[in-house]
């Protein structure tokens, strides 16, 4: 059999102001992958919503502002509601998908009687008909609130089905594995444990049992995938739980714009012997400065390092123009300062001499033009004045100074860095760095995960079952059918 080619892609766009707007461009980017004939396309984590990167919400231990919980409250606005109950963190699963939940609307409220389509705010909908109408596969990160909560999550869109599943990250972006040892087998049990991170701040605790893979077919070509969140990326175990169900795709939407991520996608590739999608946002700085700038760390922003160009550097940081003449210490506790080839040191003495608190040690000159420094507390002679040093130009300044060179602010927030990979590890497309516009595409053939399981099947010939168990509380780890 000749063998089908699907074609990955994704993109690096940011959000956008409003979830609207949002929603419009990321209708326009599915248009144009339908357009390069892309049958599966990721955008990245949080894209519909926003990753509140940078933001603290007026929190600090002990401590919340009336600010900080208004900037929660708009955040929470611009979250989507997907017509989901909250449950143990998994929402209501085959219930919502199949649209079995009960409206969510206020009888009479819009004139109407309720009906079982009506749930959440219309952006399931939304999402489903621009998959059905460019014919694309779309898996898209997004900010969902459920109750009073919020989650970062996941929705497989598929053309001709809809929303066929959802993920909902596992917070706080840690796993605890807990090994029970029973000699000779050892079994690890995963489990959500509070390990308070930024974004459990903000974001409420998905269940492991979103973790579950789904299946598509694509021209006669079954594909199982399953997402990562972000640093859900950097837990063995969570990978672990992906490889066990027999995925062939292995999507990795993100906010982590480090050159390292590469490295660890196709760590991810080789390990599951499976494609890598990852999309991350391309987020250009609106206050990047173009003039050399310091950073201040009472304020977090950058500023000019000096308001005006003429303006002398503070004296702390000048030095003087020259070294001290060479000079060396006798026996008797003697500095003698000897005089340059080309300087007098009486004809410099008509300036005045400098202030008491940076005068040195009282000092005379003998006949043939040295200085001897005298010790102890009083002096010998009265001293004649030592000439006053010339300070350097106000732009050099003393190696000594804590002063850091001036920086200017980054152009971007977030530099992107979506890409696809083989299941050899080979980058196929990408790094996608500083573009929040272009697609990026690669076809492939997905016969090439069967082929590198030959060496290599983390879940099953390699794996040690009968050592190793692992299994994931609500997750059935049952391996997909590859045909």
């Known amino acids: 059999m000749a063998p089908t080619t699907i074609r990955l892609g994704t993109a690096s766009p940011a959000t956008q102001s409003t979830t609207s707007e949002t929603l419009i461009q990321l209708e326009h980017i599915a248009r144009r992958a339908a357009s390069k004939k892309i049958d599966i396309l990721l ?47 998994a929402g209501a699963g085959k219930a919502w998908i199949n649209r079995e939940l009960p409206s969510d609307v206020v009888p009479g409220s819009e004139g109407e009687k309720p009906s079982k389509a009506k749930r959440g705010d219309g952006t399931r909908e939304e999402l489903e008909r621009i998959a059905r109408e460019t014919g694309v596969f779309i898996i898209t990160g997004l900010i969902e609130r459920a109750g009073g909560s919020l989650y970062c999550a996941v929705v497989y869109v598929c053309p001709r089905l809809g929303i066929i599943g959802k993920r909902r990250k596992v917070m706080p972006v840690s796993f605890l594995s807990r090994p029970l040892i029973a000699q000779p087998t050892l079994t690890a049990e995963i489990n959500p444990i509070l390990q308070t991170g930024s974004e459990r701040l903000i974001w409420a605790q998905g269940s492991p049992a979103t973790l579950r893979a789904v299946s598509t077919t694509i021209r006669g070509v079954r594909i199982n995938l399953a997402a990562a969140i972000c640093w859900e990326n950097y837990m063995p175990l969570v990978r672990q739980a992906l490889y066990s169900q027999n995925i062939n795709l292995y999507l990795a939407p993100t906010a982590d714009g480090r050159d390292a991520w590469l490295s660890l996608l196709r760590t991810v590739a080789i390990e599951g012997r499976c494609f890598v ?176 399981r030959l060496d290599l099947d983390a879940a099953g010939s390699y794996s040690r079952n009968d050592s190793f168990k692992l299994s994931v509380d609500g997750l059935d780890l049952t391996p997909l059918p590859y045909y």
């Open 43 to 89: 955008l990245p984590e949080a894209y519909i919503g926003g990753y509140p990167r940078g933001s603290s919400f007026g929190c600090v231990v002990g401590s919340r502002s009336t600010e900080g919980r208004d900037e929660y409250l708009r955040y929470f606005q611009n979250a989507v509601d997907l017509g989901d109950s909250v449950g143990d963190g």
């Open 277 to 452: 999608i990852s999309s991350n946002m391309c987020v250009r700085n609106p206050t990047a400065l173009t003039s050399p700038s310091t950073f201040s760390a009472a304020d977090g922003r950058y500023s000019p390092a000096f308001h005006d160009e003429n303006e002398e550097a503070p004296q702390s940081h000048i030095r003087p123009a020259q070294p001290r003449r060479t000079s060396f210490v006798t026996e008797d506790g003697f500095e003698i300062a000897l005089p340059g080839p080309s300087h007098s040191p009486r004809s410099s003495h008509s300036q005045a001499p400098p202030p008491p608190a940076a005068r040195r040690r009282q000092s005379i000159f003998d006949e043939d033009g040295n200085e001897i420094v005298l010790p102890g507390p009083k002096p010998h002679k009265t001293p004649s004045p030592r000439p006053a040093l010339q300070p350097r130009p106000a732009a050099v300044i003393s190696s000594t100074s804590t002063h850091t060179p001036p920086k200017p602010e980054p152009a971007f927030l977030s530099r992107g860095g979506s890409a696809i990979v083989s299941p050899f590890g080979d980058v196929l497309a990408g790094p996608q760095w500083e573009d929040d516009e272009g697609l990026i595409w690669a076809d492939v053939d997905f016969d090439d995960c069967v082929r590198g």
